[in-house]
């Protein structure tokens, strides 16, 4: 879960530092429409996957969900702390 965090520091330097042959600064370049369509795309790539029996395929297309869903947070300035703190006060 650790490298959660660092890899939202990761895309926070991304989006201020918008490196020119970066896939996430060209996402932050794009805007938070291209960002959503490309949740979008995973979310769609995830239910089909869980309906299939290979899980390294689920697994893979969660992770690439779970990254744009990072770099939408980043884009809107929302913290996996904040995140964490919904679901535990959803949950406790």
Not at 28 to 39: A, P, Q, S, W
Request: charged share 40%.
């Amino acid at each position: 879960m650790e490298f959660l965090l660092k890899l939202e520091e990761l895309l926070r330097k991304r989006k201020e530092e918008l490196p020119e042959k970066s896939y996430t600064a060209e996402l932050f370049r794009d805007g938070v429409d291209r960002i959503l369509k490309k949740i979008g795309e995973e979310a769609g790539e995830v239910i089909i996957a869980a309906k299939n029996p290979n899980e390294k395929e689920l697994v893979h297309e969660i992770a690439d969900l779970i990254f744009h869903l990072e770099v939408l947070m980043v884009e809107k300035g929302i913290s996996l702390s904040t995140i964490a703190k919904e679901l535990e006060k959803r949950h406790s």
